[in-house]
């Protein structure tokens, strides 16, 4: 009791503070269509203010958010502000039909919102089919005026979003790929701030550049908004210092390439220390699974003041399938221990999960032709539990109007059959393989700790999941591969400074333990964040209750959309 006191103090103080301090941010968005032109062809996409990639936000520490969406679009619209805590504000989370129904083609809706105990690289994006890949952009958080950077400050700081580019409209390619029950197709560029690099047709002149002064350090802010591929990241002949993953503070980390799985951030220090000339950076897929997949490059260049190089130098880089350099990154990182906004881990575990995660088959229905494995359709889910949105009311409104019929509390804490999770041998076994569809919660007391294992499964593909957790972030004890040991893996435990994220990278047949603790009711999803997955079902929610007050889900606002 004592401990669920001082941390509800610590909450309270905590909001209070931010409430009281801040400043008003506010920013107005207009989502339309837009004609732009990449890889010889012009191709209409939707975007956020007439650019791609949309407008940086940037605000401090205790700020209050106030965006408007104006949707002139064609499609239906959300903007999931991604790594928010939204602190009793879980309506403008933005999941469609999880949180809010979508903003209908000429409506408008306002997010409003504090940034509370957060400082970092995080970012925004559309939470609507896959129109996220070209509808997204920064949101950077500084720390309160007053209070500085637990490394030395930078000269310049520069936003490094790597995207995924399609000729072709994105929302009739996922339409595509859903109604055949295959893959959609496979991306045809990858990205930097928009930009495709000189290896792409039509592109000499589409190629991201940065002047740099040589001896100043910069600060990278890099941001994955590609929807399906992991990223490895490098500069030519410059080692970079992780100095923070998803808006949270780590130990410094030098390296020469960066990992980023969709929706992850990592901010890096390089400093310009090379000879006067230009240097190549280059982004290329990890991809851990054995399928078709957007094996280019893309790159931009770094241009040291007054060179006259016009052959910039190139990385060497990974091959796609490099697992171990990925591995490497992914687990020598730590947290920052007692730095700024640093949170010890929780002890006392209150709900212990095993979930599972990967790629399933659902039935072909009646009268449909469908193209997957035995001519039925590509799926996806949690612990046998293949996700499906409502949609005539969003989850949340479900929840604080107590209506039933939307959803069901029964997630299961553990799969319903145990097997041999990682085994090669069951990439198509037909007594597994099936995943019933469901809109299934896991209900969680207010403030109780949650301890998940994430086990990723080895039907049709063997792959890594980032897992993006809504609303909360969680501590990272351990990753590993094969099937998770209950016996002997909690001895590999981190309890001191593991990593904070709110996007973890599953390894490929492999397992990860999280843990965090469900101090903000309201309804949060956790889901695969490759877009091809999250339709097919990869997906639960969380279902948190009131606290004492004023830790309450507060009534929804006057102008929220309707379904």
Same mark, same amino acid.
């Given at each position: 009791m004592a401990r669920f006191a001082f941390v509800l103090a610590c909450a309270l103080a905590l909001l209070a503070s931010s409430l009281a301090s801040g400043a008003i941010v506010e920013h107005s968005f207009n989502v339309n269509n837009l004609t732009v032109t990449r890889l010889c062809k012009e191709q209409p996409i939707t975007v956020v203010n007439g650019s791609y990639p949309g407008p940086a936000i940037r605000a401090r520490d205790g700020d209050t958010l106030v965006v408007h969406v104006f949707n002139q679009s064609p499609y239906n619209i959300t903007i999931h502000w991604h790594g928010i805590f939204q602190l009793l504000s879980a309506w403008a989370d933005g999941p469609a039909y999880v949180t809010q129904c979508p903003i209908l083609p000429g409506n408008n809706y306002t997010y409003r919102f504090n940034i509370t105990g957060q400082e970092g690289t995080l970012w925004w994006h559309a939470h609507v089919s896959w129109l996220r890949a070209t509808v997204h952009g920064a949101l950077i958080i500084h720390p309160k005026a007053g209070r500085s950077f637990p490394f030395p400050k930078p000269y310049k700081e520069i936003p490094i979003i790597l995207g995924e580019w399609w000729n072709g409209n994105v929302v009739d390619i996922e339409n595509e790929g859903l109604a055949t029950g295959i893959a959609p197709n496979n991306s045809n560029a990858y990205?930097?701030?928009?930009?495709?690099?000189?290896?792409?047709?039509?592109?000499?002149?589409?190629?991201?550049?940065?002047?740099?002064?040589?001896?100043?350090?910069?600060?990278?802010?890099?941001?994955?908004?590609?929807?399906?591929?992991?990223?490895?990241?490098?500069?030519?002949?410059?080692?970079?210092?992780?100095?923070?993953?998803?808006?949270?503070?780590?130990?410094?980390?030098? !390296? #020469? $390439?960066?990992?980023? &799985?969709?929706? %992850? *951030? !990592? #901010? $890096?220090?390089?400093? &310009?220390?090379? %000879? *006067?000339?230009?240097?190549?950076?280059? &982004?290329t897929p990890y991809m851990s699974a054995n399928i078709n997949f957007d094996n280019t490059t893309t790159r931009g260049i770094i241009v040291y003041e007054n060179s006259t190089s016009s052959s910039p130098i190139m990385p060497a880089l990974p091959n796609p399938s490099d697992t171990p350099t990925a591995h490497k990154f992914n687990t020598n990182i730590t947290g920052l221990a007692g730095g700024p906004q640093w949170v010890p881990v929780p002890t006392n575990v209150d709900e212990h999960m095993f979930v599972t995660v990967g790629v399933n088959l659902e039935l072909c229905p009646v009268n449909a032709t469908c193209q997957g494995p035995f001519n039925n359709r590509l799926s996806a889910s949690m612990s046998n539990e293949s996700f499906q949105l409502p949609t005539n009311l969003s989850m949340m409104q479900a929840q604080f109007y107590n209506v039933s019929g939307i959803y069901t509390t029964d997630f299961p804490d553990q799969p319903a059959v145990k097997f041999?999770?990682?085994?090669?041998?069951?990439?198509?076994?037909?007594?597994?393989?099936?995943?019933?569809?469901?809109?299934?919660?896991?209900?969680?007391?207010?403030?109780?700790?949650?301890?998940?294992?994430?086990?990723?499964?080895?039907?049709?593909?063997?792959?890594?999941?980032?897992?993006?957790?809504?609303?909360?972030?969680?501590?990272?004890?351990?990753?590993?591969?094969?099937?998770?040991?209950?016996?002997?893996?909690?001895?590999?435990?981190?309890?001191?400074?593991?990593?904070?994220?709110?996007?973890?990278?599953?390894?490929?047949?492999?397992?990860?333990?999280?843990?965090?603790?469900?101090?903000?009711?309201?309804?949060?999803?956790?889901?695969?964040?490759?877009?091809?997955?999250?339709?097919?079902?990869?997906?639960m929610v969380f279902e948190v209750e009131n606290g004492p007050t004023p830790w309450v889900l507060p009534a929804p606002p006057a102008d929220l959309p309707q379904c």
């Open positions: 990205s930097i701030n928009g930009l495709p690099g000189d290896l792409y047709d039509c592109s000499q002149n589409q190629t991201y550049q940065v002047k740099v002064v040589k001896g100043k350090t910069y600060l990278l802010r890099i941001i994955n908004a590609a929807l399906n591929n992991q990223l490895f990241y490098k500069i030519a002949n410059h080692n970079m210092t992780v100095v923070a993953i998803d808006a949270a503070y780590t130990t410094p980390y030098i !390296t #020469d $390439v960066v990992v980023v &799985a969709p929706g %992850q *951030t !990592t #901010d $890096v220090l390089i400093t &310009a220390n090379q %000879q *006067t000339g230009s240097y190549y950076m280059a &982004a041999d999770y990682t085994d090669s041998n069951i990439s198509l076994d037909l007594s597994l393989i099936y995943a019933p569809k469901s809109t299934k919660v896991k209900t969680l007391k207010f403030n109780s700790t949650v301890e998940i294992v994430l086990q990723n499964t080895a039907f049709l593909a063997i792959e890594n999941h980032p897992i993006h957790l809504h609303g909360f972030n969680f501590h990272v004890l351990a990753q590993g591969f094969g099937n998770y040991d209950p016996i002997n893996d909690p001895k590999k435990f981190n309890l001191v400074n593991p990593q904070i994220r709110n996007t973890i990278g599953v390894p490929v047949g492999g397992w990860a333990v999280i843990r965090f603790t469900a101090n903000n009711p309201g309804m949060w999803f956790m889901h695969c964040h490759l877009d091809v997955h999250l339709p097919w079902g990869l997906g």
